[in-house]
């Protein structure tokens, strides 16, 4: 059965870009397979220790009056409490609700130190820094002060020290597989230089209208200055912060006067960013102004906005068509801080700070996609794996009906969830269950009992977690880290800074007046005269350099249009 849930991963050999991903994962399995081994060693050790220091003294009664262990005999009574509900008489010892409850001498639910193996899987879920904390209290409680230094240093050794060099191994096999950790610091500015070059595109910015149009070359100086972009990021800011109130019905008949100030504030902020259209489309043309396409976004974010307006101030009597004013204003606050929402995100392009970020991002997203692929197919096949192991198991403290492996859907939804690490050692333990903690009979199949696998969870959820999250998910920090270091290198370690990029695609744009991204081979020559800074080509002093530059695009393209990048290159 297992093996046929193998089937998913029969992907990775038909698609070359995934299976690419898995061989850049084996050809550095050798150093991480080193470091994992460090690693278990470490645990190793504290374990041992752990099992000298603490082992069989963990245990306690679940009567919290019992303390030795030859009076943990007979039953007591135990309070019920129910979660989400008021207990009649919660509050009064006689009136509380009661149930009567065997005394059991027990260890602690999830962990012991009673023998190594309980002792490194403590350890080892502890790296998670999931259930160390219950671990360091209990060993307060019952061993002392004394006993909480166990923990501290194996969580500040193992966890903050092993694990950041178990995530440096991963990285650095990553750029050595990319063959980047192996440039020289020259080699790596120039590799660098070339992925700024093929990212860099003209800018969308229209030319200057003639003197004559004394009106729309006014605005157009006008909506290009400083002041004018600062301005509106500061009017984007302000609509955000019109959401500090839940924008709904409820909210409305308790703050009636705050809720309708804010939606005032927003609807004329959503005017303001009118006017900036009207004034963008009058100075740039409406053909000039439809060529980027930030401006067709705020173009349809606007629209959107006044829409919102139109429907929530002007159209309230439609609402008894609708059902109700109340269901007509819940539709149009949703639709109203949705508007709010989008255009915040309008307000990375307006600084390059924050567009250097968003590209980070999406440079990050576009080259972890396949990762990404490889990744799921990994938990699918862990998932189909989990519903036939641990398909029937009974709901614990962890498994419930909202997260259990009953089918492939409800087991890919805790595993995305394990891979963040929330709860997945709990899960780990419900997992583990065996008699006679459930119904089990020689003979029957897994789907006619509710017992877990003990050993079957172990190697189950530790694998999935040192996998997934030590491992691939590494390799997704290794890409933003690329990524990060090509966008946010300084200026003076670059062979060529962003302002020079720049300045190359204003000047650009004078030469390449009707926009097309091209332009005539006799027209170099008057764009390398324009230029400025690093690029700049002085025909006085450098008239070799010039004539030989000029030769080349004649030479290269045959007379004909040279493009963006065949003159930036």
Same mark, same amino acid.
């Given at each position: 059965?297992?093996?046929?849930?193998?089937?998913?991963?029969?992907?990775?050999?038909?698609?070359?870009?995934?299976?690419?991903?898995?061989?850049?994962?084996?050809?550095?399995?050798?150093?991480?397979?080193?470091?994992?081994?460090l690693?278990?060693?470490?645990?190793?050790?504290?374990?041992?220790?752990?099992?000298?220091?603490?082992?069989?003294?963990?245990?306690?009664?679940?009567?919290?009056?019992?303390?030795?262990?030859r009076?943990?005999?007979?039953?007591?009574e135990?309070?019920?409490?129910?979660?989400?509900?008021?207990?009649?008489?919660?509050?009064?010892d006689?009136?509380?609700?009661?149930?009567?409850?065997p005394?059991?001498w027990?260890?602690?639910?999830?962990?012991?130190?009673?023998?190594? &193996?309980?002792?490194?899987?403590?350890?080892?879920?502890?790296?998670?820094?999931?259930?160390?904390?219950?671990?360091?209290?209990?060993?307060?409680?019952?061993? &002392?002060?004394?006993?909480?230094?166990?923990?501290?240093?194996?969580?500040?050794i193992?966890?903050?020290?092993?694990?950041?060099?178990?995530?440096?191994?991963?990285?650095?096999?990553?750029?050595?597989?990319?063959?980047?950790?192996?440039?020289?610091?020259?080699?790596?500015?120039?590799?660098?230089?070339?992925?700024?070059?093929?990212?860099?595109?003209?800018l969308?910015?229209?030319?200057?209208?003639p003197?004559?149009?004394?009106l729309?070359?006014?605005?157009?100086?006008?909506?290009?200055?400083?002041?004018f972009?600062?301005?509106?990021?500061?009017?984007?800011v302000?609509?955000?912060?019109?959401?500090v109130?839940?924008?709904?019905?409820?909210?409305?008949?308790?703050?009636?006067?705050?809720?309708?100030?804010l939606?005032?504030?927003?609807?004329f902020?959503?005017?303001?960013?009118?006017?900036?259209?009207?004034?963008?489309?009058?100075?740039?043309?409406?053909?000039?102004?439809?060529?980027?396409?930030? +401006?067709?976004?705020?173009?349809?974010?606007?629209?959107? &906005?006044?829409t919102?307006?139109?429907?929530?101030f002007?159209?309230?009597?439609?609402?008894?068509?609708?059902?109700?004013?109340?269901?007509?204003?819940?539709?149009?606050?949703?639709?109203?801080?949705?508007?709010v929402?989008?255009?915040?995100?309008?307000i990375?392009?307006?600084?390059?700070?924050?567009?250097?970020?968003?590209?980070?991002?999406?440079?990050?997203?576009?080259?972890?996609?396949?990762?990404?692929?490889?990744?799921?197919?990994?938990?699918?096949?862990?998932?189909?794996?989990?519903?036939?192991?641990?398909?029937?198991?009974?709901?614990?403290?962890?498994?419930?009906?909202?997260?259990?492996?009953?089918?492939?859907?409800?087991?890919?939804v805790?595993?995305f969830?394990?891979?963040?690490?929330?709860?997945?050692?709990?899960i780990?333990?419900?997992?583990?269950?065996?008699?006679?903690?459930?119904?089990?009979?020689?003979?029957?199949?897994?789907?006619?009992?509710?017992?877990?696998?003990?050993?079957?969870?172990?190697?189950?959820?530790?694998?999935?977690?040192?996998?997934?999250?030590?491992?691939?998910?590494?390799?997704?920090?290794?890409?933003?880290?690329?990524?990060?270091?090509?966008?946010?290198?300084?200026?003076?370690?670059?062979?060529?800074?962003?302002?020079?990029?720049? +300045?190359?695609?204003?000047?650009?744009?004078?030469?390449d007046?009707?926009?097309?991204?091209?332009?005539?081979?006799?027209?170099?020559?008057?764009?390398?005269?324009?230029?400025?800074?690093?690029?700049?080509?002085?025909?006085?002093?450098?008239?070799?350099?010039?004539?030989?530059?000029?030769?080349?695009?004649?030479?290269?393209?045959?007379?004909?249009?040279?493009?963006?990048?065949?003159?930036?290159?």
């Amino acid at each position: 059965m297992i093996t046929r849930a193998m089937r998913p991963l029969r992907i990775y050999a038909l698609v070359p870009h995934i299976r690419r991903v898995v061989v850049e994962l084996c050809r550095g399995f050798k150093e991480i397979l080193l470091v994992t081994i460090l690693l278990i060693v470490l645990m190793f050790m504290f374990a041992s220790f752990g099992v000298q220091i603490v082992g069989g003294k963990l245990a306690a009664c679940n009567d919290p009056t019992i303390t030795e262990r030859r009076n943990c005999t007979g039953v007591f009574e135990q309070k019920i409490f129910v979660t989400r509900m008021e207990v009649y008489g919660k509050n009064d010892d006689k009136l509380h609700p009661k149930i009567l409850v065997p005394r059991v001498w027990t260890n602690p639910r999830n962990f012991n130190f009673d023998h190594i &193996g309980n002792a490194m899987l403590a350890l080892f879920e502890t790296l998670s820094y999931k259930g160390w904390n219950v671990i360091r209290d209990i060993l307060y409680l019952r061993q &002392g002060p004394w006993a909480v230094l166990f923990i501290h240093i194996y969580v500040f050794i193992g966890c903050m020290i092993g694990l950041t060099l178990f995530v440096g191994v991963v990285v650095a096999n990553y750029t050595e597989n990319r063959g980047t950790a192996l440039l020289t610091v020259d080699q790596r500015r120039w590799h660098d230089l070339k992925a700024r070059l093929k990212m860099a595109q003209p800018l969308h910015v229209p030319p200057k209208p003639p003197e004559s149009a004394k009106l729309r070359s006014y605005l157009y100086e006008l909506t290009l200055s400083k002041g004018f972009k600062q301005f509106f990021a500061i009017l984007v800011v302000v609509n955000s912060f019109t959401l500090v109130v839940p924008w709904n019905v409820e909210e409305e008949k308790q703050r009636r006067n705050v809720l309708f100030g804010l939606t005032i504030l927003s609807a004329f902020c959503n005017v303001l960013f009118t006017i900036e259209i009207i004034l963008k489309a009058v100075a740039f043309t409406v053909r000039g102004f439809w060529q980027s396409r930030r +401006n067709r976004g705020d173009f349809l974010i606007t629209i959107l &906005g006044l829409t919102w307006i139109v429907f929530h101030f002007l159209f309230q009597v439609p609402a008894y068509i609708a059902g109700g004013i109340n269901e007509w204003k819940r539709l149009t606050y949703t639709f109203g801080y949705m508007v709010v929402i989008l255009r915040f995100f309008t307000i990375a392009g307006r600084k390059s700070t924050l567009k250097m970020l968003m590209l980070t991002v999406l440079m990050s997203m576009v080259r972890s996609l396949f990762i990404i692929a490889a990744m799921f197919l990994l938990v699918l096949f862990y998932a189909y794996t989990g519903v036939i192991l641990f398909g029937m198991v009974k709901y614990g403290q962890a498994v419930s009906k909202h997260v259990n492996f009953r089918n492939g859907r409800e087991a890919l939804v805790v595993l995305f969830r394990s891979v963040t690490g929330e709860d997945w050692n709990d899960i780990m333990h419900d997992c583990m269950r065996s008699p006679p903690f459930c119904y089990w009979a020689e003979g029957l199949n897994y789907w006619e009992t509710d017992c877990g696998n003990y050993f079957g969870a172990i190697l189950y959820f530790c694998s999935f977690y040192l996998i997934i999250t030590y491992i691939v998910l590494n390799l997704l920090v290794a890409i933003i880290m690329e990524n990060f270091s090509l966008f946010y290198s300084s200026e003076e370690d670059a062979l060529l800074s962003y302002a020079d990029i720049r +300045n190359f695609q204003q000047v650009w744009n004078i030469v390449d007046v009707e926009q097309k991204r091209s332009i005539p081979t006799r027209r170099v020559k008057f764009l390398l005269r324009l230029l400025r800074g690093r690029l700049e080509v002085d025909p006085n002093k450098d008239r070799l350099l010039f004539k030989h530059m000029c030769y080349e695009m004649e030479r290269l393209h045959n007379g004909e249009d040279v493009s963006f990048h065949d003159v930036l290159k």
